[in-house]
């Protein structure tokens, strides 16, 4: 009788998993991964399933981030709802802005 030796990690276990690792082998199962509609599918279900904390500077900065990528997908009339209400933000800070300097100037002098 021989001594059992374990299969190393990597030492033929490719043809035991069945579909291809990642998103594909779990969540998607039977889509292929080469076809651009299920690479986009699965990188929305990537973005879904991501878990960040809102509550931070980086979680705010990651939420900006996400509404810049859907606003550089989308087009037509989603395009131009995204422009303008970056525009009305950029608005808002400009104002806020004038009226500090305002304030200040008037406390100085």
């Known amino acids: 009788m021989g ?7 990597g030492d033929g276990d490719d043809e035991r998993r069945s579909g291809p690792p990642g998103r594909f082998g779990e969540d998607l199962v039977g889509l292929d991964p080469d076809d651009p509609e299920a690479r ?3 990188e929305h279900l990537d973005r879904m399933e991501r878990i960040r904390p809102s509550y931070t500077v980086e979680g705010y900065l990651d939420g900006v981030g996400d509404f810049v990528d ?10 131009l709802v995204a422009v303008l209400v970056v525009g009305l933000i950029l608005l808002g800070v400009l104002v806020a802005v004038w009226q500090a300097l305002g304030s200040i100037v008037a406390i100085l002098f």
């Open 40 to 42: 986009a599918f699965a």
């Open 70 to 79: 859907s606003a550089n997908r989308s087009t037509g009339h989603q395009r």
């Open 3 to 9: 001594v059992y030796v374990p299969p190393r990690p």
